[in-house]
């Protein structure tokens, strides 16, 4: 007998006018840090901007090297920046924008496995998911969790991310 596990993942599709002012402030952060990354090889840049729960918003962009891969992505530079400056605070969410020849792309870019991963430990780090907003000008992508970007991820131990509150 042959078994299957079917994988589901919501994602909320919307505009730009549709986002909460909040969101906005995010996805207009990581299309400014998007214009700041260093791609001088691929010309492929990338922004992210990552909301604690103090309410401040850290931002991050793709950082290339000629000795490929040894560069660094938007998202991973933008959390490792975020825990090194707030080593004791969640991240509620993250938005991440991507534009190359000067303009940004129509579709939202998804993340990578490795800053999926890092993502994912930013979760289980905090037992808090990380709503994760994808733009593109034509439609933005909002995903509750990392977990909804990664099924079947690679994870030490079973963890259990809870609802964050915060006061």
Known sequence: MVNYLKITAKIRIC?????????????????????????????????????????????????????????????????????SRYPDRAVL?????????????????SPCGACRQVMLETEMRFHCPVKVILYGKKEIYIVGSIKDLLPLAFDSVESKILPCTFE
Do not use: W
């Open 15 to 83: 505009n730009y006018e549709d986002l909460l002012s909040e969101e906005k402030n995010m996805v207009d952060k990581a299309k400014e840090a998007a214009f700041r990354a260093y791609a001088p090889y691929s010309g492929f840049k990338v922004g992210a901007a990552a909301l604690m729960e103090n309410g401040e918003i850290v931002t991050g962009n793709n950082q290339e090297n000629v000795a490929f891969p040894s560069g660094l992505c938007a998202e991973r530079t933008t959390l490792f920046y975020a825990h």
């Open 93 to 109: 969410a993250l938005a991440i924008a991507a534009h190359t020849e000067g303009d940004f792309l129509d579709r939202p870019v």
